[in-house]
């Protein structure tokens, strides 16, 4: 029997997006597969690694625990939305914070929802959830430190780069939000 299908609009990297899909979809099957949005990955499928980690409304979030019927009207930000021109994208290259990759878009995107200038153990408590199983952790945290050092004007280069990413909201996630914040599935 075909699911129910239903009209879903929200914000997908600054464009309006509608989409006849069931509910109940993991955001991460609409992004891949109806939206052609295949920089966000898969790993475990149940909250555990952070490979699926998209922005909503600034806060990060494992896109694979999200059924798509919560995004409804939400700006949801991907690794696409950041154009590969943001200082995290440069500075994971340059610094060793990429090995196979396919940690990297969630590990970029729980990055930039920390705000601006992060200390050492805000990136590593804000990364907690995301696992990497190349890098030894060494080169991403650099690579974070790095970036937020290159850019002058932090919150003016998110802006520009990113332009639904709220970077205040999303270091104080609202804690009415049914959505599953990434990092909260798993203790490290
Ligand atoms: S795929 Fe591992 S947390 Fe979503
Ligand atoms: S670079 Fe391979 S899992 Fe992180």
Do not use: W
Not at 128 to 134: D, E, L, P, Y
Request: proline share 7%; glycine share 12%; with cysteine.
């Amino acid at each position: 029997m075909k699911r129910a299908q239903r009209p879903i609009a929200f914000t997908l990297n600054g464009k309006r997006v509608s989409l006849r899909v069931h509910p109940m979809t993991r955001l991460l099957d609409v992004l891949r597969e109806e939206c052609g949005l295949t920089g966000t990955k898969e790993g475990c499928g149940e909250g555990e690694c952070g490979a699926c980690t998209v922005l909503v409304d600034g806060q990060a979030v494992n896109s694979c625990l999200v059924p798509v019927a919560q995004v409804a009207g939400a700006k949801v930000v991907t690794i696409e939305g950041l154009k590969g021109r943001h200082p995290l994208q440069r500075a994971f290259a340059e610094h060793g914070g990429a090995q196979c990759g396919i940690c990297t878009p969630g590990m970029i995107m729980a990055a930039a929802a920390l705000g601006p200038r992060p200390t050492l153990g805000q990136v590593r408590t804000g990364l907690a959830g995301n696992i990497c199983r190349c890098t030894g952790y060494e080169g991403i945290y650099r690579a974070i430190k790095k970036a937020e050092s290159r850019s002058k004007k932090p919150e003016a280069r998110r802006q520009e780069t990113a332009p639904t990413i709220a970077p205040s909201k999303a270091r104080t996630p609202n804690p009415e939000s049914r959505i599953p914040k990434a990092g909260t599935q798993r203790a490290r």
